[in-house]
Antibody, heavy 125, light 113 residues
Framework: QITLKESGPTVVKPTQTLTLTCTFSGFSLSTSGEGVGWIRQPPGKGLEWLAFTYYNGDKRYSPSLRSRLTIIKDTSKNQVALTMTNMDPVDTATYYC??????????????????WGQGTTVTVS | DIVMTQSPDSLAVSLGGRATINCKSSQSVLSSSSNKNHLAWYQQKPRQPPRLLIYWASTRESGVPDRFNGSGSGTDFTLTISSLQAEDVAVYYCQQYYSPPYTFGQGTKLEIK
């Protein structure tokens, strides 16, 4: 059974750097096809894909936030960390980490978010 | 980035009725090599994280009731919930996984009439 849990500060001040940690179990990020990443949701709004890291060391970032984001995996600890610099009140949101499942057939791969953490709320004020 | 646009933003359907949610992508998410659409649907109930419902545009995730059906191809997709149940009240999101960043639609809020 795959589980993920987010941790980090609930409040940060403007211009500070946010560091969130996702601690997971039930899979290894060194196994082919596995991925973990972050999605956020401002209060009352929709989902925004932020950054993902994969079993092979590949990383993908949202182009609009790329300059502010860093994602790092620690395979030995089953953790993925996300840092976001220069926080602003518009970054107030619930931040989710999620497991990306890769399922390949017929020459294509489905890369879907099949298990999510409960989310952690971050307020920038 | 591929822009995903859902319609309507909200809808109210009677219990036992049919709900139809549309999703349009700014470019095709159909893979020419596999003829598969890189499109997923998620359900988010209040105060919960999203839940994967459908991928490949029409493949139900394990455990998802068969009243949830996905259809469409290329740039136009539909999520249909037949025989609406009270527990289906949620916000529904489409997402493309064709090209990173794997963008979401803005969401459609489904309520009971």
């Amino acid at each position: 059974q795959i589980t993920l849990k987010e941790s980090g500060p609930t409040v940060v001040k403007p211009t500070q750097t946010l560091t969130l940690t996702c601690t997971f179990s039930g899979f290894s990020l060194s196994t082919s096809g596995e991925g973990v990443g972050w999605i956020r949701q401002p209060p009352g709004k929709g989902l925004e894909w932020l950054a993902f890291t994969y079993y092979n060391g590949d990383k993908r970032y949202s182009p609009s936030l790329r300059s502010r984001l860093t994602i790092i995996k620690d395979t030995s600890k089953n953790q993925v960390a996300l840092t976001m610099t220069n926080m602003d009140p518009v970054d107030t949101a619930t931040y989710y980490c999620a497991h990306r499942r890769e399922e390949c057939s017929g020459g294509s791969c489905a890369r879907v978010l099949d298990v999510w953490g409960q989310g952690t709320t971050v307020t920038v004020s | 980035d591929i822009v995903m646009t859902q319609s309507p933003d909200s809808l109210a359907v009677s219990l036992g009725g049919r709900a139809t949610i549309n999703c349009k992508s700014s470019q095709s998410v159909l893979s020419s090599s596999s003829n598969k659409n890189h499109l997923a649907w998620y359900q988010q109930k209040p105060r919960q994280p999203p839940r994967l419902l459908i991928y490949w545009a029409s493949t139900r995730e394990s455990g998802v009731p068969d009243r949830f059906n996905g259809s469409g191809s290329g740039t136009d997709f539909t999520l249909t919930i037949s025989s609406l149940q009270a527990e289906d009240v949620a916000v529904y999101y489409c997402q493309q996984y064709y090209s990173p960043p794997y963008t979401f639609g803005q969401g459609t809020k489904l309520e009971i009439k």
